[in-house]
């Protein structure tokens, strides 16, 4: 950072994985080393298609701009996944605990405005 302007101002997250997929389209962004079964590690190029896959298809089940969307994963790609998806479309990634139950997605849903759907990623 010189004079006090960082990099990245006027970059958003998807601003910034679309430069990086271009630049760096060959070159690692998340490796997935889980504890049991195969992992996988995605270059930049195909981390923002994913990313620009998922954006399609909630955007398909209607997500818009300044939506608010209730995302219950555990610590995996796919919450990546979903969190570029989201930030790609404009509407706002609502986290809550992978234990959550019911009653306590409701409150989460209606404490943020968000919307309670069925669709899995």
């Known amino acids: 950072m010189r004079d006090g302007v960082s990099p990245f101002e006027n970059f ?3 601003s910034l994985l679309e430069e990086r ?3 760096r389209a060959d070159h690692p962004f998340l ?14 190029a195909q981390f923002a298609h994913d990313v620009a896959r998922l954006a399609g298809g909630l955007a398909g089940l209607g997500v818009r701009t300044g ?20 930030a790609r479309i404009g509407a706002i990634h609502v ?9 306590e997605l409701a409150w989460f849903a209606a404490f943020t405005d968000a919307e309670i759907g069925r669709a899995h990623v």
Do not use: H, K
Not at 31 to 44: D, L, N, V
Not at 67 to 86: I, K, T, Y
Not at 95 to 103: D, G
């Open 31 to 44: 490796i997935w080393a889980p504890f049991e079964g195969p992992g996988r590690t995605w270059s930049y």
């Open 95 to 103: 986290p809550v605990a992978p234990a959550a139950r019911p009653p």
């Open 12 to 14: 958003d997250v998807t």
């Open 21 to 23: 997929s271009r630049r």
């Open 67 to 86: 939506d608010r969307v209730l995302v219950q994963l555990e610590n995996c790609p796919q919450a990546m996944l979903v969190l570029f998806a989201c």
